[in-house]
């Protein structure tokens, strides 16, 4: 069979840029817990839908997305929550020259499972495609899926380096605001399917101030010391008058 190179873009293209959402989750998610296992669950996800997706073919068009995309928001919503707390008390503990990793604070379980849903949905989201250019081209649509892992992977590798240099608070604070962004999104796409993905640009910049704001509002103790030095200006000052 010859290869078909519009079907072969078009899964390329589908497939980078649904698995890149779910790499960019996992890169965050090691770069904050320091555990490789994160990228294994992942793919995991993706296996466990793509796989099926090619023996199963249009079949997997008739599995209930809409249910799919509110389990998975769910569960990265109340991660994304539990880590906007996290980052909160990174960043106090920080000022007291301390910190506490996400492993620390957030069950391993938890952090798996939000990289397992990442890497699931997305996975069939590009699936859906997938699945609909088969009969057009079996082989250039598995060689345009190929093509597109191996993009992500390498693209995976190369910044996986460069995300541990970031400073823990700020890596919690970018994850939140990212499991939060998809969570919302997948919310809102599952009632409007013709959502498009730049959604989650606006998304993630509106939710990754509002986590930094919150992380970074001065606690009461802060502000009870900031009156109270307030106060020792004022008196001493007013001892030498």
């Known amino acids: 069979m010859a290869i078909d190179f519009a079907v072969l873009l078009a899964a390329l293209g589908i497939t980078t840029l649904e698995l890149v959402e779910a790499a960019a989750v996992a890169v965050a998610l090691y770069g904050d817990s320091h555990k490789s296992a994160v990228f294994g669950y992942v793919s995991l996800g993706i296996i466990l839908v793509l796989f099926p997706a090619f023996l199963l073919g249009r079949a997997i068009a008739f599995l209930p997305i809409i249910a799919i995309r509110f389990i998975g928001g769910g569960l990265l919503l109340y991660f994304g929550i539990r880590l906007i707390r996290s980052a909160r008390r990174s960043v106090l503990r920080a000022k007291n020259a301390g910190s506490v990793s996400l492993s620390q ?15 699931a949905i997305e996975a069939f989201e590009a699936a859906i ?48 605001a990212l ?62 008058e």
């Open 105 to 119: 604070e957030v069950p391993e379980k938890g952090i798996f499972y939000a990289g397992f849903s990442v890497g």
């Open 129 to 176: 495609v997938l699945v609909g250019l088969l009969p057009d081209n079996y082989l250039s649509t598995t060689v345009g899926l190929i093509g597109g892992i191996v993009i992500v992977i390498v693209a995976t590798y190369l910044l996986r380096s460069q995300v541990r240099k970031v400073k823990q608070a700020n890596m919690k604070v970018f994850v939140s």
């Open 179 to 240: 499991l939060l962004s998809f969570a919302v999104f997948w919310f809102v796409e599952a009632v409007i399917p013709t959502l498009t993905d730049l959604v989650l640009i606006p998304l993630f910049i509106a939710f990754a101030l509002i986590v930094h704001w919150i992380a970074n509002r001065p606690s009461k103790a802060q502000v009870f010391s900031g009156i109270s030095r307030g106060k020792e200006g004022i008196s001493k000052a007013e001892g030498w």
